[in-house]
Each structure stands twice: as structure tokens, then as C-alpha cells.
């Protein structure tokens, strides 16, 4: 009957097999990110945490018990790496994030004064537009509406709405860029 022992030379002795396995397994853009070595040593440390749980009986089914814990370590570090992607559910507006309130505690007073006068401004420069373009924004940024909503509302496609909000929103930039007076 085999029994594995999981002394430190035992286990190194896997080293290279479990190496080449993990660096065929792992694209390229994981290896950029973590090197094969330091997987197969998480495995190789997980494999003796759980060395009570080797039921085999032959050096195979060792080699195969190994092959399945390096699968399991590389699987969760995609899962880590991968899973660090851009998730919609973590997705704000920026709509949304330009209407919040900034923390007051860390503000340079020099930098609130300037916000304060740039709200100022930005309140003149929306009450010198036109009525139904005033409404215009009045739809998109306090009822919050949608570019699809806003259409319906005006008769027009999505585009067409979308496409109405970006020439107000240029307009007003071009006025705050111009000096106050």
C-alpha cells in the first residue's frame, strides 16, 4: 500500500511537475500578475493542510489528488484576479456622483470659495438660457429622467434627446470658461 509522506523534500519533489502544469494552465495575462511558482506553492501548502483527506493508495492517485488542488488554487486566483473586473453592479451615474455632497472636513478653504463661486456661476449661466432649455435640464439632472424618457417627453428619439443634453451641457461649458461679467 503507498503512503505519501508530506515531509518538505517529499512534496518538492512535485515542484517541477506541478510548475509546468500551473504555467501551461495560467494565460498570460495572469502570469504578468502572479507567477507559476507562487501557485504551486499555495498548492503544495494547501495539499499539506490537508493531507488527512489523501484517501489514494497509489503514487497516481497521489499525482491526481496534487493535479486536482493545483486546479482548485489556480481557479481561485481567477476568481480573484478575473472577478476584480468592471461589475454594472458597482457602476454610479456620474450624474448621480456630481450631484453628492463632498466632505467639508479636508477642504482647503480656498478651494471651497472657489466651488462656491463656481455654483454661482453655473446658477447665472442656467437662468440666462432659454425657458425650454432650462426645462431641458430640469428633466435630465432633477427629475433624474432617462435619455429614452426625456425623448417621449419631447416628441423626439433617444439620440435626439441625448444629443439636445450635450449641446446645453457644451453651451454652459463654454460659458464658465468665458471670465465672469
Given at each position: 500500500?503507498?503512503?505519501?509522506?508530506?515531509?518538505?523534500?517529499?512534496?518538492?519533489?512535485?515542484?517541477?511537475?506541478?510548475?509546468?502544469?500551473?504555467s501551461r494552465?495560467?494565460?498570460?495575462?495572469?502570469?504578468?500578475?502572479?507567477?507559476?511558482?507562487?501557485?504551486?506553492?499555495e498548492a503544495?501548502?494547501?495539499?499539506?493542510?490537508?493531507?488527512?483527506?489523501?484517501?489514494?493508495?497509489?503514487?497516481?492517485?497521489?499525482?491526481?489528488?496534487?493535479?486536482?488542488?493545483?486546479?482548485?488554487?489556480?481557479?481561485?486566483?481567477?476568481?480573484?484576479?478575473?472577478?476584480?473586473?468592471?461589475?454594472?453592479?458597482?457602476?454610479?451615474?456620474?450624474?448621480?456622483?456630481?450631484g453628492a455632497?463632498?466632505?467639508?472636513?479636508?477642504?482647503?478653504?480656498?478651494?471651497?470659495?472657489?466651488?462656491?463661486?463656481?455654483?454661482?456661476?453655473?446658477?447665472?449661466?442656467?437662468?440666462?438660457?432659454?425657458?425650454?432649455?432650462?426645462?431641458?435640464?430640469?428633466?435630465?439632472?432633477?427629475?433624474?429622467?432617462?435619455?429614452?424618457?426625456?425623448?417621449?417627453?419631447?416628441?423626439?428619439?433617444?439620440?435626439?434627446?441625448?444629443?439636445?443634453?450635450?449641446?446645453?451641457?457644451?453651451?454652459?461649458?463654454?460659458?464658465?470658461?468665458?471670465?465672469?461679467?
Amino acid at each position: 500500500m503507498f503512503a505519501p509522506t508530506f515531509d518538505r523534500e517529499a512534496l518538492a519533489s512535485h515542484w517541477f511537475y506541478l510548475y509546468r502544469l500551473a504555467s501551461r494552465a495560467m494565460d498570460a495575462r495572469l502570469r504578468c500578475k502572479v507567477d507559476p511558482g507562487d501557485v504551486v506553492q499555495e498548492a503544495l501548502t494547501r495539499a499539506f493542510q490537508s493531507r488527512d483527506l489523501f484517501r489514494g493508495t497509489t503514487p497516481t492517485a497521489f499525482r491526481a489528488w496534487l493535479r486536482t488542488i493545483l486546479r482548485n488554487t489556480l481557479r481561485n486566483l481567477r476568481r480573484a484576479w478575473y472577478g476584480m473586473r468592471r461589475n454594472i453592479h458597482r457602476e454610479q451615474s456620474l450624474e448621480r456622483l456630481a450631484g453628492a455632497q463632498l466632505s467639508l472636513t479636508d477642504a482647503d478653504p480656498t478651494d471651497l470659495l472657489d466651488a462656491k463661486e463656481t455654483r454661482e456661476r453655473l446658477t447665472v449661466a442656467i437662468a440666462r438660457l432659454p425657458p425650454s432649455t432650462r426645462w431641458l435640464l430640469t428633466l435630465r439632472y432633477d427629475e433624474q429622467l432617462t435619455f429614452p424618457e426625456i425623448g417621449h417627453r419631447l416628441g423626439k428619439s433617444e439620440a435626439a434627446a441625448r444629443q439636445l443634453v450635450v449641446r446645453v451641457l457644451r453651451r454652459l461649458r463654454i460659458r464658465m470658461a468665458l471670465p465672469p461679467g
